[in-house]
């Protein structure tokens, strides 16, 4: 094994093949040091119980507890046994039930009074909560002697853990592979480290592992969050310097051109907030390095619009202007709101046409060949000066120009694969630039996450609302407790029709066949154990119920793209009086007249999707109602969730309150690209001064050293990191 960092040795070598297939399959664990790095969720003191009262249902769990009692039971004509054991943390109590032959050890190990670990996972039976067969480990001899050895500390680590291998056989794997820990690298600079105060990297190791003391604990947490935060800001401070070497075309805006012409017809004046974001923007394009930045702001606070007037410069200053759009119904809309907004200027070239005016064309997946060859047809001559499209943009048949700006609405749809093959795009007077890019998020992201998911571009923020919208209210209609709720939230929709305007109804599924191969279970209480609502379904049920003789459309990504163009076209034109859709709507949807929006299992939505869609109506002068509906119960977390999105309209408020409640691998897009995170202690959002603070330092590295030649351990770092995420969940921004 010469030459391999003792870190890197296969647990195999330490653990024996057995628990290290184990570790492997269910924690994902293959390393010395992936182990090392595999840190307790929380720490037991010594004597101290778990409380049982906050168990969550369906999940594996880890509780210190004390055996109340325990007895035998006989049943099938005293064929079969089962013991049951009530163990209680000295207010709430936990039944555990064992069955068969695997009654004898626990009815001997188990006395009432006998303090041990107990895992398993948490379930209902008769409305109380169990542990079935639950692994456990007695704590026996409190004065020490006994005592198990990672366990002689006061604070007994317990480990996030699997049905498979418990917190216990891991802190004894722990035990065995902490030796190794002083061969740990460490990343950050001696003299970061020493102006920080920080511990060395050995050292917090150990501590997180082994701690005497919750300061230990303390310590070494804070070292171990500035060892990630700073790796990850170093990475994305060089990709942000690299980016500042390419060379990219200065795009500056001609006076008397398009983007003149354009902002003379505006009906109404740019905000405060567009004018300095525009300028921000503006000044980005006239640098001879591509422009990268992340145009961030409110649902419905004119993102569009500023990234129009973007466009327009480009093209004003002899350029083309792409718009990436995740989905065919929002390239259309967009395709649609554009050329409305600039009327004659969108008809370059065309009889009517404006002078200054360029040619706006669409390209998408699903069209016609004629149209399609067309479209191709007018980006390689220059012809168009401004196309909106989905992925289709990015394939190889695609030939600009002069690509000089690329919008991307919804980034976190797009990979670092497809913002390059973009770039691979833009010639400019036969030699390869960057093009600048613009990304645009539909939600608000709090500060820290855009510096660490988006954290090779620079942020602007739109935080006015464009005056003539209206406040939207917002209410929880509690379908179980109240089932009359839900019946006068059907009335409103009637109300708000008969009123002249038309209603939106949400629903998380479509409800046909490829669906019902889909269906995934949640756990969330008895709601849960049935499917989520459809489309379908509810279209149906609503037009023979409470919405008859209503005009209902239904809409959903399963359509053909033509049926989904007119069902939009025709409830934009005012045809349709109600769309039952599922989440295709969610973004980018502009129909002012549509004022009602009811979101039916609105607890299957996470909290930023809730605000997004919510931001569908309240577009026009008329109020926006928003009635989000839902079957749990009124204590469950759920419920708790939808009252926050009832209770405000803050985007940057919801969105903290949406990540707390996620997972934080989930907040960085691991969630979709299914690599581990590489953040395991520290918590985007409360960790804010130290992700500012590596920001910080990260660059000043940066900038003295881009190669980092004199920080060789910080290399390593890097580059474990960035092999194992390829740099993929960081460029997911």
Request: glycine residues 8%; negative net charge; proline residues 5%.
């Amino acid at each position: 094994m010469d030459g391999v960092p003792a870190l890197d040795e296969p647990l195999k070598n330490a653990l024996g093949a057995a628990t290290a297939k184990v570790m492997a399959e269910h924690l994902d664990l293959h390393t010395l040091g992936d182990l090392l790095h595999h840190y307790p969720r929380r720490y037991a003191e010594r004597g101290e119980l778990t409380s049982l009262a906050e168990l969550p249902l369906d999940e594996h769990v880890t509780v210190v507890a004390r055996v109340a009692d325990a007895r035998v039971l006989t049943f099938n004509q005293g064929r079969g046994r089962r013991l049951e054991v009530t163990i209680t943390d000295g207010s709430g109590r936990l039944q555990l039930v064992f069955f068969g032959k695997g009654v004898h050890k626990p009815h001997k190990d188990l006395l009432p009074g006998t303090r041990a670990m107990f895992a398993g996972k948490v379930s209902m039976f008769n409305r109380r909560l169990q542990l079935a067969h639950p692994a456990y480990e007695l704590l026996r001899g409190e004065d020490g002697e006994e005592a198990v050895g990672s366990w002689a500390g006061a604070l007994i680590p317990i480990y996030p853990a699997t049905t498979k291998l418990e917190s216990w056989k891991i802190a004894k794997a722990v035990d065995a592979v902490l030796p190794s820990a002083g061969d740990a690298v460490d990343p950050l600079p001696p003299a970061l480290r020493e102006g920080r105060g920080l511990t060395g990297h050995p050292d917090a190791l150990h501590k997180i592992h082994r701690p005497r003391t919750k300061a230990d604990i303390e310590v070494a947490r804070q070292r171990l969050k500035w060892d990630e935060a700073f790796v990850l800001q170093v990475a994305l401070a060089r990709r942000r310097f690299a980016d500042t070497q390419l060379p990219a075309v200065a795009r500056r805006p001609v006076p008397g051109g398009l983007l003149d012409a354009f902002d003379a017809k505006l009906p109404f004046t740019l905000t405060e907030g567009q004018l300095s974001v525009s300028k921000e923007i503006f000044d980005d394009l006239a640098t001879e390095h591509p422009m990268h930045r992340l145009l961030q702001g409110e649902v419905g606070s004119g993102k569009t619009m500023v990234a129009l007037r973007a466009m327009l410069a480009v093209v004003d200053a002899g350029g083309q202007a792409a718009m990436l759009a995740p989905t065919e119904v929002l390239a259309q809309q967009h395709h649609r709101s554009i050329v409305e907004m600039m009327g004659d200027l969108a008809e370059g070239g065309l009889l009517g046409g404006a002078e200054q005016g360029t040619k706006v064309v669409l390209l998408t997946g699903s069209m016609g060949a004629a149209a399609r060859r067309q479209a191709l047809l007018d980006l390689v001559t220059g012809e168009a000066g401004i196309v909106i499209g989905t992925h289709a943009l990015i394939e190889d048949k695609v030939q600009f120009h002069d690509l000089g700006l690329v919008v991307v609405d919804e980034q976190h749809r797009f990979g670092v694969e497809q913002r390059d093959a973009l770039r691979s795009k833009a010639h400019s007077r036969g030699e390869r630039r960057s093009p600048h890019l613009l990304v645009m998020t539909a939600t608000p992201i709090p500060r820290t996450v855009a510096m660490t998911v988006f954290g090779d571009l620079e942020t602007s923020v739109l935080d006015q609302l464009p005056a003539g919208r209206s406040p939207i209210a917002s209410h929880v209609v509690p379908a179980a407790d109240k089932p009359h709720f839900l019946a006068r939230a059907w009335e409103r929709v009637r109300e708000e029709v008969e009123g002249g305007h038309q209603a939106y109804v949400v629903c998380p599924r479509i409800g046909d066949d490829e669906d019902e191969k889909a269906k995934k279970k949640s756990t969330e209480d008895e709601a849960a154990k049935r499917p989520p609502l459809a489309v379908l379904e509810v279209a149906e049920q609503l037009t023979r119920g409470p919405l008859a003789g209503l005009r209902l459309e239904i809409l959903h990504g399963r359509m053909q793209p033509d049926d989904k163009d007119d069902v939009m076209r025709r409830f934009a034109a005012g045809d349709v009086d109600v769309l039952v859709a599922t989440t295709v709507i969610e973004v980018g949807v502009n129909v002012p007249n549509a004022t009602a929006m009811v979101i039916m299992d609105a607890d299957r939505f996470g909290v930023s999707q809730l605000h997004q869609l919510r931001g569908r109506v309240g577009r026009g002068s008329a109020p926006g109602l928003c009635l989000l509906v839902t079957e749990m119960p009124e204590a469950s977390p759920a419920r708790a969730r939808l009252g926050a999105v009832a209770a405000t309209l803050d985007g940057f408020e919801l969105s903290r309150i949406d990540l707390e409640q996620r997972r934080e691998g989930d907040v960085l897009g691991q969630a979709q690209s299914g690599v581990r995170s590489s953040l395991r202690m520290l918590a985007v959002i409360d960790d804010e001064e130290i992700i500012a603070a590596a920001r910080e330092e990260a660059v000043a590295v940066v900038q003295g050293d881009p190669e980092l030649e004199h920080l060789p351990e910080l290399r390593t770092a890097l580059d474990a990191l960035l092999d194992k995420e390829r740099e993929q969940y960081l460029d997911k921004g």
